[in-house]
């Protein structure tokens, strides 16, 4: 061990660690959950010091924002081991960060000579503007990255089951029960839509996040920071990572509100909601392949149970809804969090960040592999499919027009009693002449273009 001082007196700092006493602290005081900041938010930051150190133009530049690439790329992820559940700025990881990169700009390390944490590394800044900036520059890239490829890859591979499926005609179903004949493939293009209109909705709340608390320091004033500051910082992260990003139009709200956050958490809700029910749909579709619907064949690829030999359940399906029901959690947090701030500052910025950045990647990873692993490999069972639509009684909606609903519904009635098709009732009663009834027992025809 080795010691340090800070304002508060001497700590014992293990002798291989990069961080400080103010780190020291933070692991000590905050043994909360074992969660750390996600990577993703540790890359961002050090992203946001080393554009800072750019800006400031001060001696140290140079060997600053090398350590901070450093850190981005991954090297010295262990060295970061704050909670979340941690001082609601976020104070605790911006020291962290500071005394990291600081100790790896110095020959010997816990001297803070010649690059000290605060005078250094953490000029111009507060944790009240760079924390919420790096949660931003964050999300932001995680959003426009990882998540718009996977779901663009999901919404590739339902609409190519549409393509397949469009000639595969079978009973829709509305409160779960029979309706109007629908095609296979157009139920998997609503699916395809559904999840482009839901990145659509992210994408538009999203651009709340070009905008960078960066330049506003403690309270929004800027107090220690020089002008154009935030704009010139918010100009680097923006030219280096290729995302908008631009200074705050108004730095007490950028510091004092994390509505951001809040909308983006909405918006990642509404899209785990849709994938769950695209994901429930097609269980459902699969299920059996005896006592269920078995219209569609989900890939093997497991064991599905430890009693029963030959079972196989839709694995990625269910992945999928559990998915959902944890971003459904997260939001709720972040949505709590939000509500919580007080005047100038929301004191409850790693939580958001940590539960938002958490919600992204799973929604990243699970639209990724239900694609891959699911979708691409789903089967039709044409079976399945034409013989309950051939029996059904659905298909005598068509028959309102022409027989008038009362004598269609009996007509109903007494197939279903004498498990009789309602096409070939009513032929035989008269009712329908046979090219009548094939002409108006066009199935294909009922579903529309």
């Given at each position: 061990?080795?010691?340090?001082?800070?304002?508060?007196?001497?700590?014992?700092?293990?002798?291989?660690?990069?961080?400080?006493?103010?780190?020291?602290?933070?692991?000590?005081?905050?043994?909360?959950?074992?969660?750390?900041?996600?990577?993703?938010?540790?890359?961002?930051?050090?992203?946001?010091?080393?554009?800072?150190?750019?800006?400031?133009a001060?001696?140290?530049?140079?060997?600053?924002?090398?350590?901070?690439?450093?850190?981005?790329a991954?090297?010295?992820?262990?060295?970061?081991?704050?909670?979340?559940?941690?001082?609601?700025?976020?104070?605790?990881?911006?020291?962290n960060?500071?005394?990291?990169?600081?100790?790896?700009?110095?020959?010997?390390?816990?001297?803070?000579?010649?690059?000290?944490?605060n005078?250094?590394?953490?000029?111009?800044?507060?944790?009240?503007?760079?924390?919420?900036?790096?949660?931003?520059?964050?999300?932001?890239?995680?959003?426009?990255?990882?998540?718009?490829?996977?779901?663009?890859?999901?919404?590739?591979?339902?609409?190519?089951?549409?393509?397949?499926?469009?000639?595969?005609?079978?009973?829709?179903?509305?409160?779960?029960?029979?309706?109007?004949?629908?095609?296979?493939?157009?139920?998997?293009?609503?699916?395809?839509?559904?999840?482009?209109?839901?990145?659509?909705?992210?994408?538009?709340?999203?651009?709340?996040?070009?905008?960078?608390?960066?330049?506003?320091?403690?309270?929004?004033?800027?107090l220690?920071?020089?002008?154009?500051?935030?704009?010139?910082?918010?100009?680097?992260?923006?030219?280096?990572?290729?995302?908008?990003?631009?200074?705050?139009?108004?730095?007490?709200?950028?510091?004092?509100?994390?509505?951001?956050?809040?909308?983006?958490?909405?918006?990642?809700?509404?899209?785990?909601?849709?994938?769950?029910?695209?994901?429930?749909?097609?269980?459902?579709?699969?299920?059996?392949?005896?006592?269920?619907?078995?219209?569609?064949?989900?890939?093997?690829?497991?064991?599905?149970?430890?009693?029963?030999?030959?079972?196989?359940?839709?694995?990625?399906?269910e992945?999928?809804?559990?998915?959902?029901?944890?971003?459904?959690?997260?939001?709720?947090a972040?949505?709590?969090?939000?509500?919580?701030?007080?005047?100038e500052?929301?004191?409850?910025?790693?939580?958001?960040?940590?539960?938002l950045?958490?919600?992204?990647?799973?929604?990243?990873?699970?639209?990724?592999?239900?694609?891959e692993?699911?979708?691409?490999?789903?089967?039709?069972?044409?079976?399945a499919?034409?013989?309950?639509?051939?029996?059904?009684p659905?298909?005598?909606?068509?028959?309102?027009?022409?027989?008038?609903?009362?004598?269609?519904?009996?007509?109903?009635?007494?197939?279903?009693?004498?498990?009789?098709?309602?096409?070939?009732?009513?032929?035989?009663?008269?009712?329908?002449?046979?090219?009548?009834?094939?002409?108006?027992?066009?199935?294909?025809?009922?579903?529309g273009?």
């Amino acid at each position: 061990m080795r010691v340090e001082k800070d304002s508060l007196g001497e700590v014992r700092v293990p002798d291989g660690a990069f961080y400080g006493a103010q780190t020291q602290r933070a692991i000590e005081n905050f043994p909360v959950s074992g969660r750390r900041m996600p990577r993703a938010f540790i890359a961002a930051l050090a992203q946001v010091k080393g554009a800072c150190a750019e800006a400031n133009a001060g001696p140290h530049r140079e060997s600053i924002q090398e350590a901070c690439e450093r850190i981005a790329a991954g090297a010295f992820d262990d060295q970061f081991p704050v909670d979340v559940f941690q001082t609601g700025s976020g104070t605790s990881t911006n020291m962290n960060m500071n005394e990291v990169i600081a100790n790896l700009c110095n020959p010997e390390a816990g001297t803070y000579a010649p690059v000290h944490p605060n005078d250094h590394v953490n000029q111009s800044q507060s944790s009240n503007d760079v924390i919420p900036t790096a949660a931003h520059v964050a999300a932001l890239a995680e959003i426009r990255g990882g998540l718009k490829a996977a779901l663009d890859r999901l919404a590739s591979a339902l609409q190519a089951k549409a393509k397949e499926f469009d000639a595969l005609v079978k009973i829709g179903r509305t409160h779960l029960m029979d309706a109007v004949p629908v095609r296979l493939g157009q139920e998997f293009g609503g699916y395809a839509a559904q999840v482009r209109k839901a990145w659509e909705h992210v994408d538009a709340t999203s651009k709340g996040l070009e905008e960078l608390a960066i330049g506003g320091t403690a309270t929004g004033t800027g107090l220690n920071a020089p002008r154009g500051f935030g704009c010139k910082v918010a100009d680097l992260l923006a030219r280096r990572l290729g995302l908008p990003f631009r200074e705050a139009r108004n730095h007490f709200e950028a510091q004092g509100a994390r509505d951001d956050l809040v909308r983006v958490s909405g918006a990642l809700r509404a899209l785990a909601v849709a994938l769950a029910k695209i994901a429930n749909d097609v269980r459902l579709m699969g299920s059996g392949p005896f006592g269920g619907l078995a219209e569609l064949r989900i890939p093997d690829l497991q064991p599905g149970s430890s009693i029963m030999p030959g079972k196989v359940n839709p694995v990625m399906c269910e992945m999928v809804v559990q998915v959902a029901a944890q971003v459904v959690g997260n939001d709720a947090a972040v949505a709590t969090a939000g509500a919580g701030g007080h005047f100038e500052l929301n004191a409850m910025i790693p939580v958001m960040a940590a539960n938002l950045l958490d919600s992204i990647a799973l929604l990243t990873n699970a639209a990724r592999l239900f694609a891959e692993r699911c979708v691409d490999g789903l089967r039709a069972n044409p079976a399945a499919l034409a013989v309950p639509l051939e029996k059904s009684p659905i298909a005598a909606t068509v028959l309102g027009p022409v027989l008038g609903y009362d004598k269609a519904s009996d007509l109903v009635k007494d197939a279903l009693a004498q498990n009789r098709s309602v096409k070939a009732l009513a032929v035989e009663r008269g009712l329908l002449s046979q090219a009548d009834a094939d002409r108006l027992f066009n199935f294909r025809e009922m579903t529309g273009q």
